[in-house]
Structure formats: C-alpha cells, structure tokens
C-alpha cells in the first residue's frame, strides 16, 4: 500500500476541531502521519494562500494526502480511512447502529460546527460572536444529548468508539471555549470523561500539536 | 423487509433542501413511501412542536421512519437507505471515489445549506438575511465547482448519479432563490440541467409536493 512507502500528510490547525476529527481516526487506526500546520490565524490565515488553496478549495483546514490523492472534508476523510484500513473499525456493522452514530455526527458536522467556526465568527463580527457560538453550540447539544440517551452505552453508540466521538469530543473542546454550561448534557460530560485519558484522544488533542502555542497550554 | 409492508414515513417540507435530497434518494431507488409535511413556517414552525421534537430533536426535516426505526439527518438517511437497498447505489464501489462524492456532499451539508437555511437566517435578521446566505452560497459553489473540474463526468462523479447530486440540485433552487449569479459556475449548472429532466428529480421536487402552495408554482 502506497501508504506504507510515503506517509500521509495531514494539513492541520492544532485548534481546530475538524483537525482533531481526523487526527484521532488517524491515531485509532494507529497509521503513521506527518502534520504540515496550516495557522488559521497567521497573516490573516495562511489557508487563503494561493498554495494552500490548491490542496482544498474551500480554504479549511483538515486536508490529507494518502495513497496519492488529496482528500478534503473531514467526514469524507474519516469514511475512507475506514473504506481503506479496516483494522479499529470507526462504524458499527449493524446498519440501524451506523445510522446512529452518522445521524450524531451530523448534528455536530452541519448543525453546529460550521455555526461557530472561524471563518463564519469573522463574519459575525467580534461584539455578536461569542453569544453567536453559544447559541448554535447549545441547541446541537440539545439534540446530541437526546440521541445520546437513546444510543450511548460506554461511547456515543454501544461499547466501541466511532466516528460520533471522534466528533464530539473536538467539539466538546470547542464549547469550554465558548465558556458554554455543559451541565445540562451529562451524557456527554460522561462520554468526554470517558474518553480524556484514552492514548488516542491524548495524542491528538490540540495541546499536543507541534503548532500549538507554548501559552495555550498553560 | 418490515418497509415492504409499512410504507415509510418521511418529514418532509417541500421547500427544504436536505428533504428533498432523501425524497431523490427515495425516488431513485423506487422505494414507495409517504409524506408527512411539516411545515417550517406555519404556527412559528411545526418543527419546533412538542410532538415533532420527539421524532427529530433538531425540530427539523427530513426524519425518515423505516424499518421500525426512526431517522434523522438528511445523509445518514441517505447511506442507510444505500446500505439496506443497493438497488441503484448512491456510492460509486471505488473508494477514492466514494470520496469524492462524499467530498461534495458534505461542502454542501456542512459548508453551505446550515449557513442559510431558515433557522439561521431568522437569526440572522431580516435585514441581512439576503447577503449573508448569497456569501455563504457563492462560497461554497466555487470548491464545488473547483471539485467538479476535478470529478465530474455526465454527473457530480463520474456518469452515474450520486449522493453528490443528490446534495447538489436542491442547493442550486436555494441559490437561485436567494438570486445568486451562477454564471460563474459552469459545471454546476451543466449537471443541473442535465438533471431538471430526470424522473426521479422532477418528482422529488419542491414544486410536485403535496404542500407546495399553488403560488410558488406560477
């Protein structure tokens, strides 16, 4: 497999938390990785460069390059790392049971996470963004939360860990950020605590990122 | 298989975008089912009574009830109907591929359709609501197109109709609402014309809708 010869390349922002969705399938899968940091921030976002561009046209970040193409969108990629390297499975084998973990990743991937990133928060404006976040992050949890209680054993669904915690625990991060109540939504508090320690988790969480800056993990 | 003998159910609006994606899933796959409109805007939107909430705790469309289960979010309904019918497959077998069109999907499902869809735009504003979604649209369109260069044959991906289509027509009747100039996107609007003609789009679409008013007709 081409991936054994040449290491995939993943194009990643230590703190942003579609970055991280890859980086911990990435990390479960235990396929080695080398991480080209793209800075969201660094004069004015080194994702609108014209060589960037040309890796991902929607000017995000997490891309990655592996078996000799550039894959872009982090769901799209997490599905194909689980098409291509079976091993640690990211979706149960039941169709009902991969229906639920799809249906809580897209309550985070399309119902919250694009509300409150980067890009859409400069739009907002600095006075409205952080009430904006909130507001967005806080009805996902909502509904994360109830499809939780129906679904979650140890994880998100059932016993293993899937997609839907590579999802929510990035966006777990996300919220504290926001300084947003997590109390209300105790199965994922749980989930979270569950998943803190977990070697996967660690290693890939933004604090242990080359990029991340030495005064972010104070 | 517990759908031959109850029809599914489908929470639908006509207007919607992510339900008319699943009714052309339905449709391409001749699977016979029944709608149930939920309208977005009647009564502050059926959506958000207390009877939906508990089909869909989003208090959105589509949620799909089948084989004893009820779904929700418009592409995990789309690969569990893929998964359970593989009758006309929404997935091309190739996995770089597969990609692909899950590529486009989700620069539609996360990167474009919750930025403008009605939720958002009533908090938005009135004012803004107009520049704000053509912003997010115009965006959008331009990876996708970027993309298509890249992918597309007759279709999204190659010359069988996808998911990636699935998600593409209806995002071009928002954009057209919303009077986005799609000049600038050729490949977009070469697969939407190749597809206004096609059975299963023509009667999944808004306007053939059971709770279609007769005025959005003319």
């Known amino acids: 497999m081409a991936s054994i010869i040449n290491k995939p390349v993943l194009y990643s922002y230590w703190r942003s938390s579609c970055s991280w969705r890859v980086r911990i399938a990435l990390q479960l899968k235990e396929i080695p990785y080398e991480v080209r940091s793209v800075s969201l921030i660094k004069a004015g976002g080194e994702q609108h460069s014209n060589e960037y561009r040309s890796v991902n046209p929607m000017e995000q970040v997490p ?124 199965t994922i508090l749980r989930i979270d605590r569950e998943l803190e320690n977990h070697p996967a988790f660690i290693a890939s969480h933004p604090n242990q990122q080359p990029d991340c800056p030495p005064e972010a993990t104070k």
């Open 63 to 186: 891309a990655l390059q592996i078996d000799g193409v550039t894959l872009v969108e982090s769901m799209a990629i997490m599905h194909y790392l689980d098409e291509t390297r079976p091993q640690r499975p990211l979706l149960p084998r039941d169709c009902i049971k991969r229906a639920k973990v799809r249906e809580i990743c897209e309550v985070i991937a399309s119902g919250i996470q694009p509300l409150q990133n980067l890009t859409v928060l400069i739009y907002v404006g600095e006075e409205k963004k952080n009430e904006w976040a909130k507001h967005w992050i806080k009805r996902g949890f909502s509904a994360v939360e109830k499809l939780l209680s129906a679904n979650a054993g140890k994880y998100c669904v059932g016993d293993d860990i899937t997609m839907a915690d590579c999802c929510l625990i990035p966006q777990v991060f996300n919220a504290r950020r926001f300084h947003v109540d997590l109390r209300p939504y105790p």
